[in-house]
């Protein structure tokens, strides 16, 4: 399951929500296709119980723990099937071309490294931003209540905060990680990140793992585009005005 947050405009007003990766590419609105599923079963008040139930924030569902991602990815179900019956309209689920996919946390309760150190957790950003020096690639870890973990995503520490992907895996991410510099590429294996042992972590809390290391890019001039990507999600990047020095550490 594939798990983020995106803004779509609806008429003179922004819906900001939970989504879901459907296997069709569109964006499952997980809170309102709950209140719809709920209505269906009879239930009273059914968008005051989604909330409760799959609330449309990320990061209320990671406080709600393993019972609210078990019952998000009921919903996700009930997407799926609607979605292969062409009828699931899109003020249900918009097309990715309608919407602004954000990372997937945008304001996580902790942002730290796995050796302790603390980042700014207001400062997050996404796809498109710009770096100011090349980037150490990896992946971060998400907490959930009780704990224990949620899921990972792409990563990567940035101006004392962090680059968050869109997308949170809640299964570990199969194959390799891959930087993309102009036509220069470089990759590595998740296989790198296995064994390694995490704190304990707050629900809505984001843990950066180390860093990938990889072999050095031919020297980078600023404004390079830079593409970190993975079978689950991709960002795009771009090195900043300022010089830069070539070495990825």
């Known amino acids: 399951m594939l798990l983020g947050t995106a803004v779509w405009a609806e008429g003179p ?145 940035e101006g004392g905060s962090a680059v968050l992907g869109a997308w949170m895996t809640d299964e570990w991410p199969a194959g390799s990680l891959e930087l993309r510099a102009g036509s220069a590429r470089r990759s590595v294996s998740f296989k790198t990140w296995e064994g390694l042992a995490l704190p304990p972590l707050r629900p809505g809390e984001v843990l950066l793992l180390p860093p990938a290391k990889l072999k050095p890019f031919p020297a980078l001039l600023a404004g390079t585009d830079l593409r970190l990507s993975a079978a689950f999600d991709a960002l795009a990047l771009r090195l900043g005005p300022e010089g830069v020095h070539p070495t990825v550490q």
């Open 13 to 157: 007003v922004e819906r900001r929500a939970l989504v879901a990766r459907l296997a069709s590419g569109r964006l499952a609105d997980l809170n309102r296709l709950e209140a719809i599923r709920l209505r269906k079963l009879g239930e009273g008040d059914p968008e005051r119980l989604a909330d409760a139930l799959v609330p449309p924030s990320l990061r209320r569902v990671l406080e709600g723990g393993p019972r609210a991602l078990a019952r998000a990815r009921q919903t996700l179900a009930y997407a799926e099937k609607w979605d292969r019956r062409g009828t699931l309209p899109e003020t249900l689920a918009p097309r990715l071309e309608s919407a602004e996919l954000l990372p997937c946390l945008p304001r996580p309760s902790a942002l730290r490294r796995l050796e302790g150190g603390a980042l700014d957790r207001l400062a997050v950003r996404g796809s498109g931003a710009r770096l100011a020096a090349p980037p150490q690639p990896g992946l971060a870890a998400l907490g959930l209540a009780g704990g224990t973990l949620a899921g990972f995503c792409l990563a990567l520490e």
